[in-house]
């Protein structure tokens, strides 16, 4: 299974995923799975323990997983963020303005999908967005 | 008028290069046809009954008379000589070419228009009171906002994939001409005790199989705010949206489901988190920006007239049709000695809305002569001149007489909304054209329908009530009874700031029965208002439906 950063494929890197009620306070760095009807309000006092949030996309016109990674990045998360599940190439710079740092796709996908139609992803940046430079990606920390 | 800068021309391009390259793709099968139709309805091609449709936006309904006359050379050369304006400001074209897409988006955007989002789940093209910034009781004109809204919701990286399509109207003024109530989310702008511009702000209308009416959200917000808290509100529909059930999935249901205290209570926090945002919310407006987009729509330099025209009054005088004529279609202009005119697409025996190449170019001549270049789409399916010289009104009805667009009817029995049903609509369950055209002719007499009075109906060719027909005086809706169209009536209905949902009158009719049911229902209430100033609406709620059940069941 893929990862899809700006700078094109990347093997797995079989993350070990957590689930939220596996973290204590006693849990070390660690890699949080959120579901999308997670409450976003019990992961703030995980953030400085999380290197990564991974959001599922169980199809790709269910939307969620936006609204949820721009919620995260307003309660202030910065550890790496990602979409795990079936996007589409076309989505991956809504991904990115929207706080995700990479999007992880399955072999089927990136067989059909070539690396380049991921990677020439920012050709129809939102024009509200360009006028206000920077956009909003945060990047990871 | 919105000119585009630099990032919106871009955009746009980049938009039809884009598209061709995902049609591309699909033909290469690197995008499955799942993968690929929201990417295609996003850029308003629908695939209908007997060929594909372009829904071309027409951003609150103003256009220029440049842009007016590639609507009418796309017609022409891509079409079948005619476009359809829409209930939503938008026109189709109902015999699109796969493969003359691109050229059609190119030439769109020659001259500042597109197609993006006039479908799929995300923010439609935001609709505005047609009379923006010429009506006389206007508070402020709605446009700049909608223009705002347009440009915050373009390719919005969060809200391109919401649960379901996502509509969003302004007014400005207190008299409701946008339906607002019948919207996703609806604005109203006024102002607070302190004399401050801003919105209420109504969320949950819609029409379709479960028609409801919007609730207030926030009484006042602020003019500066209203980026964040739409954001808030779409965010909160977009996580809690219903997605397991395509018929429950608008947030008129989520409102429903959730109750407006609870949903308002979630939009605020929402709300609040963004106001604290490290750096402040992240769409608040740039002034710059604003005051960049408001200078276009300042009003046009009208020249100081007399209000009363004699020009007027004598041509009138001499001639009675155009004397009803003004008298139906024109209405007050906010300048002295001006008016704004409802050209009625709704020629006896038409489709309403459908306007020929011709016709859109004589629309564009008299926008660009008599009505300093500007026109209107309005949800009626009407174009409006929206500011005219008293003194040109003679002038502008005898062109709009050669060109069959004359008709003295706006706001009168014969101005019906029609959807496009059966003729042409997959979804369709029975035809709607006919029965608005059959009514038409009933109803051509200019005296009898002068006679009746302000009477709206509205016709929608299945439940999605694309047509209106809930807040029609009387609406039709037309349905399937064992392979037979059956139309069933609803009447009480009101699109306006009193907005009322109509009530089914009783079982469904034949297609033939609607016209002779229509005409007794009309003499039933001739019969029984006080006077001419009772409308067909103001009796229904006096007397109440029985009569006219009585009336329409009489045969
Ligand atoms: C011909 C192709 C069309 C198709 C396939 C279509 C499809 C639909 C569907 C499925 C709905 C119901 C959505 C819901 O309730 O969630 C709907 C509603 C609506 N459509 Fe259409 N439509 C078409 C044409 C039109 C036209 C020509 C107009 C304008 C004249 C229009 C304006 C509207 C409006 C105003 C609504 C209902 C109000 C609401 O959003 O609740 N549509 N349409
Ligand atoms: S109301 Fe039904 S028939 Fe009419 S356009 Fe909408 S979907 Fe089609």
């Given amino acids: ?141 | 008028m919105y000119r585009y800068d630099e990032f919106d021309h871009d955009y746009v391009r980049a938009r039809v290069s884009e598209f061709r390259d995902q049609t591309q793709r699909r033909i290469d099968g690197a995008l499955t046809e799942d993968e690929y139709k929201p990417l295609r309805l996003q850029n308003g091609l629908y695939l209908q009954l007997h060929a594909y449709m372009l829904r071309v936006a027409i951003p609150y309904g103003t256009l220029n008379s440049r842009q007016m006359r590639t609507l009418a050379m796309i017609a022409e050369r891509w079409d079948e000589g005619y476009g359809h304006f829409t209930t939503r400001q938008n026109i189709q074209y109902n015999w699109t070419r796969l493969t003359d897409v691109g050229d059609i988006l190119d030439a769109l955007a020659d001259v500042e228009m597109h197609a993006i989002q006039t479908s799929g789940n995300c923010i439609r093209n935001v609709t505005a009171d047609h009379f923006a910034g010429a009506a006389a009781d206007e508070i402020e004109d709605p446009r700049p906002t909608a223009e705002l809204i347009r440009q915050w919701s373009t390719a919005h990286p969060e809200f391109a994939f919401l649960p379901r399509k996502f509509k969003v109207a302004v007014t400005g003024s207190p008299n409701d001409r946008a339906v607002t109530k019948a919207h996703d989310i609806g604005l109203r702008m006024l102002r607070n005790a302190a004399g401050e511009a801003g919105y209420e702000v109504i969320v949950g209308g819609g029409l379709g199989r479960t028609p409801m009416i919007g609730k207030v959200i926030r009484d006042f917000l602020p003019k500066d705010d209203l980026l964040p808290y739409l954001e808030a509100i779409l965010r909160v529909y977009n996580l809690h949206g219903r997605r397991d059930n395509k018929y429950k999935a608008r947030i008129k249901i989520l409102v429903h489901e959730t109750g407006i205290e609870d949903m308002r209570a979630q939009v605020e926090a929402e709300f609040e988190r963004q106001m604290h945002e490290e750096g402040g919310p992240l769409v608040a407006p740039d002034p710059v920006q604003v005051a960049r987009i408001e200078s276009y729509f300042a009003p046009p330099a009208f020249e100081v007239l007399p209000d009363r025209s004699e020009t007027l009054e004598v041509a009138m005088a001499n001639d009675a049709a155009l004397k009803t004529w003004v008298e139906n279609n024109t209405s007050d202009h906010r300048a002295s000695g001006h008016a704004i005119v409802t050209v009625a697409i709704k020629g006896t025996g038409e489709a309403p809305g459908d306007a020929t190449t011709a016709q859109m170019r004589v629309l564009a001549t008299l926008g660009e002569r008599y009505s300093h270049d500007e026109l209107r789409i309005s949800h009626e399916q009407n174009v409006i001149l929206p500011h005219v010289r008293k003194d040109d009104l003679p002038a502008i009805f005898s062109a709009l007489r050669k060109a069959g667009l004359a008709s003295a009817n706006a706001g009168l029995i014969t101005d019906i909304i029609a959807c496009p049903g059966l003729d042409y609509c997959a979804l369709a369950t029975a035809r709607s054209i006919p029965v608005a055209q059959d009514l038409s002719r009933r109803f051509a007499a200019p005296e009898r329908a002068a006679a009746i009075g302000n009477f709206t109906i509205k016709i929608s060719g299945c439940i999605n009530a694309c047509g209106h027909h809930h807040v029609g005086h009387v609406g039709i809706l037309g349905l399937e009874k064992s392979g037979i169209e059956n139309y069933q009536i609803t009447l009480g209905g009101d699109h306006t700031e009193t907005m009322a949902v109509g009530e089914r009158a009783g079982p469904g009719i034949s297609a033939e029965e609607v016209g002779p049911a229509i005409e007794r229902l009309v003499d039933a209430y001739l019969d029984t208002r006080v006077d001419e100033t009772e409308r067909f609406i103001d009796t229904y709620r006096r007397i109440g439906a029985e009569p006219f059940r009585q009336a329409l069941y009489a045969a």
């Fill in chain 1, 1 to 141: 299974m893929p990862i899809i950063t700006d700078t094109g494929f990347a093997p797995d890197d079989d993350l070990a995923l957590l689930c939220l009620d596996d973290l204590t306070d006693s849990t070390g760095q660690a890699a949080l799975d959120l579901p999308l009807d997670a409450d976003p309000d019990a992961v703030p006092r995980h953030f400085d323990r999380l290197t990564h949030i991974v959001i599922p996309f169980p199809g790709f016109a269910d939307g969620r997983g936006f609204s949820l990674a721009r919620r995260l990045r307003a309660l202030g998360y910065r550890g790496r963020l990602r979409a795990a599940g079936h996007l589409i190439p076309d989505q991956y710079a809504f991904a990115r303005f929207c706080g995700f740092d990479e999007v992880q796709i399955s072999s089927e996908q990136a067989d059909r999908q070539a690396e380049s139609q991921w990677t020439i992803h920012t050709r129809a940046l939102p024009p509200f967005l360009r006028r206000r430079t920077g956009g909003w990606t945060q990047p990871a920390t």
